[in-house]
């Protein structure tokens, strides 16, 4: 007997140090493996190429992920001894294989975290189109929606290589996109698109065929995208506004297109800074009087017009320094006769003017426009904060003549401009004819035929490309509004929006407890401190959701959240494609689709990506499929 109680003694010994050696195995395999996670994580979050032109091992640059894991290792010698050459070589997991799973592991996560952000509530899809640096047409998807604290959410859930640009074709794919996530069609409450014709086309659009199939997934033209139409319409309308900005390009291609001049600029720049500083007519600081460089205005960038004339009142001096030593000292007569010429038009009163004039003019757009590419803003506000733009314009035709012209003669007096007589008779120019007969003065032609007439041009487009088909949506939403405090608040307004426009999320029981909700909240209101003082409906929705009145005035909350759903403007289907430029580039434009739309999950929802602990990644990983390496004590030697 005591033979078998030594033997069995001896077995649990055993087995004790059986279990010790796996339980440091597996530990050393779950740290080989972090290491390998936190590579991918950190050349996803930063954009950069994961593998290196030559990863063999004699090689001087193993690429990025490589490198990374050797650079980890020479600082901790516990992930020396299980990574890279120590690493078995049956299970190394530094392949591009293993790389590409992690990436798509993070990206699952990512999306399955955002569903459930979703849950059961409606939502918007946010979608554009954009070539690849491979020619390669895709399509990105973001999902806008209210979460459960009252915050609006636009979320990057998914970019598409789109085969065919066809209506159908973009439906399906979106379709096929939102049910391999359980989220379904009929929960749509909103559709933006960038414009484009195939995009939402009125009768064959994919906006027109998801309405058909979801009659309340109401469409908003993309308010950022109509208001650089609008100023691009102003520059083409008025002449003098075209020639303008014909002769702003050509200023910059001539300066820019020659690293000479441009580093001409730079010492023109620096010397004149200096000197501002030395007579005190410049403040210093860190980040201040930084070296800058004239900026292309551009048709598809929302607000380039603004920053590149900003850039040049900055540097207007500086610049006719340089097209003055072009002048003198160009290497060729076309250089200097180009120099000369453009000198000519950019010291003239007439660039000047209009210079000073669209400066206010789009300093006025630029706050809008900022204020419509928020990713949170709603879309009462973005209507508010368009209507408060119309006015500072018609504020500005009304009132603004006398200090635009008092500026541009101090402009012009401080440089040495020649300042035209405003009392003498205009003369049209050379075989140019007025349509009026009646001679009218220059004072008369530079503000009724420049200044109104672009003033007015700039109204009347922001008038007719803010119109809203769904006006009276917006309209009986805005009975909502707690701006004021609440003084548009109409409950019949409010029942007739919950009755017209969204009578698939209410019950005809919940239309006639939503009457009485409203009464009460007209009540609470009125003495709660706490809805008093609010700017906006994303405000409101917060405040609700914080104090949980939300749960006692559940039909209101729940029509405030569907207002909030509607979209404003696809800046963030736009920043998404900037990051596909940064991530797809020409050395990496063979990339894998799944590969591409992983990084971009990734690199745009790095917010989310951070809060999953790299445990959860492993567990994932080992569950995909049989692995060499053991990760789990529970598991049997594989």
């Not at 720049?269 to 070296?291: H, K, P």
């Not at 209507?383 to 009132?399: E, F, G, I, M, P």
């Not at 407890?513 to 700017?535: A, D, G, K, P, Y």
Request: with cysteine.
């Amino acid at each position: 007997m005591q033979c078998y109680h030594d033997l069995g003694n001896s077995l649990q010994h055993l087995d004790k140090i059986i279990e010790k050696q796996n339980s440091e195995q597996v530990a050393k395999n779950r740290l080989q493996l972090q290491v390998s996670i936190d590579a991918a994580k950190w050349c996803a979050f930063q954009a950069v190429a994961f593998r290196g032109h030559d990863e063999s091992l004699d090689s001087n640059n193993r690429g990025n992920f490589i490198e990374l894991i050797k650079h980890v290792s020479s600082y901790n010698e516990k992930v020396a001894a299980v990574v890279l050459d120590n690493a078995p070589r049956n299970a190394s997991y530094t392949s591009p294989t293993i790389q590409k799973e992690i990436l798509s592991i993070w990206s699952i996560k990512i999306q399955k975290h955002i569903r459930e952000e979703i849950s059961d509530s409606k939502f918007s899809i946010l979608v554009d189109e954009a070539q690849d640096r491979s020619k390669i047409e895709q399509m990105a998807i973001v999902l806008r929606f209210v979460d459960k604290q009252g915050y609006i959410r636009e979320r990057f859930f998914d970019i598409v290589h789109v085969h065919e640009t066809n209506s159908l074709t973009l439906k399906k794919e979106i379709c096929d996109v939102l049910s391999r996530h359980n989220l379904s069609v009929q929960n749509i409450r909103g559709q933006g698109y960038d414009g484009a014709s195939n995009m939402r086309g009125e009768w064959n659009g994919p906006q027109a065929l998801f309405i058909q199939e979801c009659p309340y997934a109401y469409y908003i033209n993309c308010f950022a995208h109509r208001l650089q139409l609008t100023l691009i319409a102003t520059s083409q309308e008025v002449i003098p506004v075209e020639q303008f900005f014909t002769n702003l390009s050509l200023l910059i291609n001539l300066v820019s297109s020659s690293c000479q001049r441009v580093d001409q600029l730079r010492v023109a720049r620096a010397a004149r800074i200096a000197e501002l500083i030395a007579i005190d007519e410049l403040e210093t600081g860190r980040g201040q009087n930084q070296m800058g460089t004239l900026k292309r205005p551009g048709t598809t960038r929302w607000g380039s017009h603004f920053s590149s004339i900003c850039s040049l009142f900055t540097e207007y001096e500086d610049i006719c320094s340089v097209l003055i030593d072009v002048i003198n000292y160009g290497n060729t007569s076309t250089q200097r006769s180009e120099a000369d010429r453009v000198y000519d038009f950019m010291t003239s009163f007439d660039f000047v003017l209009v210079m000073h004039m669209m400066r206010d003019i789009l300093g006025f757009a630029q706050v809008l426009s900022q204020a419509l590419q928020c990713k949170s803003q709603d879309i009462l506000n973005a209507l508010k904060l368009v209507s408060v733009t119309k006015d500072r314009l018609q504020s500005y035709r009304d009132n603004g003549w006398n200090e635009l012209f008092t500026n541009v003669k101090t402009f012009c007096d401080a440089r040495n401009i020649e300042m035209p007589d405003m009392n003498v008779i205009y003369k049209a120019g050379r075989g140019r004819i007025r349509k009026q007969n009646d001679p009218i003065t220059m004072e008369h032609h530079y503000r009724i035929d420049v200044f109104l007439a672009t003033v007015d041009s700039q109204i009347l487009e922001m008038k007719n490309r803010f119109k809203e088909d769904v006006i009276e949506l917006l309209i009986l939403s805005s009975a909502l509004h707690p701006k004021d405090n609440f003084q548009a608040f109409n409950i019949e307004q409010i029942c007739q929006l919950a009755n017209k426009f969204y009578s698939a999320d209410f019950t005809d029981q919940e239309k006639l407890h939503l009457r009485t909700q409203l009464e009460l909240f007209q009540i609470e209101f009125s003495c709660n401190s706490q809805l008093q003082n609010l700017s906006s409906l994303q405000e409101l929705c917060q405040v609700l959701a914080k104090t949980r009145k939300s749960m006692c005035y559940t039909l209101i909350d729940r029509l405030i959240r569907l207002i909030l759903t509607l979209p404003v403007s696809t800046a963030t289907t736009e920043r998404a494609f900037s990051a596909m430029k940064i991530i797809k580039t020409c050395l990496r434009s063979r990339m894998e689709e799944d590969f591409l739309a992983n990084s971009m999950i990734m690199y745009i929802e790095k917010e989310i990506a951070r809060t999953f602990d790299v445990n959860s990644i492993i567990d994932d990983f080992d569950k995909i499929k049989s692995r060499r390496a053991q990760f789990h004590m529970s598991h049997t030697v594989k």
